[in-house]
């Protein structure tokens, strides 16, 4: 199993405050089956400032901690970058990273955005050959008032990015009921923990595929655990889609 976001880095972000808790979690992440995890701390959101070459000098420290803690887990470089306005022009300097050595970012939307320059940054990211990945878009305020509107993102070249425990219904119920629409309507290509610290914000990746397979059918679940893969691979990943014969118990 492959987790493509999480806060695994210790003080650079609200994730684990040392060493010790980040290990607390990479044991964890193991137990549940997950062998690599791309580690993205919060950048460009006007809290964080953790650009490329920090998070590749502590990702490097942190596999050689792991290493000699025997805890065989890889971490990858990545971000998980607020869009802001200048973030073509940090890209192009090289201070924004990819998910692991793949073209793919994790952008994560601010509390406001307008929606014709989110589209033109799609399109500008793709004309650069980089695909937009949306963090827990089943969180965001629009979304959750009608899931379908991130139909027209997807279309423009982005994918979805689930968390977790929004779909164990970590944060109610009107979210969990969202996540389940966005795998209905075939927005949601990849599932992840967004986890933070051991015990507060931990990993459930396991129970979370668990509930796609009982609610979407194992062929589903298996997709979204697939384009995972594809990913780090480098490859498209898309096309995830629940069965019909279970959509109809998903509207609103």
Request: proline residues 6%.
């Amino acid at each position: 199993m492959i987790d493509l976001h999480s806060h695994l880095l210790p003080g650079l972000d609200d994730g684990p405050l040392t060493w010790e808790e980040s290990l607390e979690m990479a044991r964890a992440a193991l137990n549940q089956g997950i062998r690599a995890v791309v580690a993205t701390p919060h950048h460009g959101d006007g809290v964080h400032d953790n650009p490329a070459e920090l998070v590749l000098e502590t990702v490097d420290r942190m596999n050689r901690f792991y290493a000699q803690s025997r805890v065989p887990l890889t971490v990858l470089p990545g971000q998980e970058i607020r869009v802001y306005s200048g973030l073509l022009d940090d890209l192009e300097k090289g201070k924004l990273l990819p998910l692991g050595n793949s073209r793919y970012l994790l952008l994560e939307l601010p509390d406001e955005w307008d929606k014709h320059s989110l589209l033109e940054l799609f399109h500008e990211l793709r004309l650069l050959n980089y695909k937009p990945v949306l963090a827990h878009p089943e969180r965001y305020a629009p979304f959750i008032r009608n899931p379908s509107l991130l139909a027209e993102y997807v279309e423009a070249g982005a994918l979805g990015q689930v968390t977790a425990h929004s779909l164990l219904g970590r944060y109610g119920s009107a979210i969990r009921r969202t996540a389940l629409h966005m795998c209905r309507d075939g927005t949601i290509h990849l599932l992840s923990s967004d986890a933070h610290r051991p015990r507060t914000r931990g990993y459930e990746m396991d129970r979370a595929y668990r509930t796609l397979e009982r609610e979407a059918g194992r062929e589903y679940a298996e997709a979204l655990a697939e384009n995972s893969r594809r990913v780090l691979r480098g490859e498209d990943a898309g096309g995830a889609r629940a069965p019909r014969r279970l959509r109809k118990a998903w509207f609103f």
